[in-house]
């Protein structure tokens, strides 16, 4: 993976190869959608959605990131309740065009105030843990402890940006190590030439 692919958001990158067995609108949200399922399976996990690390796919191990298109529905559940507060009726609509857009700006304004690019539009991301440690939430908590132990604040700002970017290429040369060392008998990991490859195609989610 050339270096200078890392701190980019794979602008001119393809969607992993599963996500071309599924096309159209689904009204699943985002992490019900088959091909974020299927994706779970072989142990990526979505990107975490807090503003805190809404930097992360930019700087994530290029080897460790992948994205789908975004074909989800978000919706909105309003709850209506009586006088005693049991609940009368629930109904679900859709996102509005102009709702989804406020909830992108906080990310964007948080983005922007790191002087990261936007983010392209459209892309769910997915993770996978770099180095030895086992799932995406551990590699989280490793950062925050290392952060604490540094004394970087943990919130969104230039020091703990640095701090993650930084970690995050130990433990990828960590994996690279390992990997190194290995036998190298293993193969068909996520071009689509792996296990996954022979599913049916879904058209609507």
């Known amino acids: 993976m050339p270096r200078d692919s890392w701190d980019s958001w ?7 190869p599963l996500a ?7 009204e699943q949200e985002p992490d019900r959608l088959p091909e ?3 994706l779970e399976v072989l142990g990526w996990e979505p990107a975490p959605e807090e ?17 789908v298109p975004d074909r989800s ?3 909105a559940v309003e709850t ?7 609940i009368t009726g629930v109904e679900a609509a859709p996102l509005a065009d102009p709702d989804l857009h406020d909830l992108d700006r906080e990310a964007e304004e948080t983005l922007t105030a790191l002087g990261l690019p936007r983010r392209p539009p459209g892309r769910l991301w997915l993770l996978r843990p770099p180095g030895s440690l086992p799932a995406l939430g551990a590699v989280l908590d490793h950062l925050r402890a290392l952060a604490r132990e540094r004394g970087v604040e943990v919130r969104p700002s ?3 940006l640095a701090l993650v970017r930084t970690e995050l290429a130990s433990l990828a040369a960590e994996s ?4 190194g060392s290995g036998s190298g008998s293993e193969s068909g990991s996520e071009s689509g030439s792996g296990p996954e490859s022979g599913a049916a195609s879904d058209t609507g989610g």
Request: zero cysteines.
């Open 80 to 86: 209506r309740l009586d006088g005693h507060g049991h």
């Open 20 to 26: 071309l067995r599924h096309t159209g609108r689904s």
């Open 158 to 160: 230039a020091d703990f």
């Open 73 to 75: 529905t978000h919706w």
């Open 176 to 179: 690279e190590s390992e990997s």
């Open 36 to 38: 974020v399922r299927e």
């Open 51 to 67: 503003t805190l690390w809404v930097f992360l796919p930019y700087v994530w191990p290029p080897a460790d990131r992948t994205w």
């Open 10 to 16: 794979d602008e001119d990158g393809t969607p992993h």
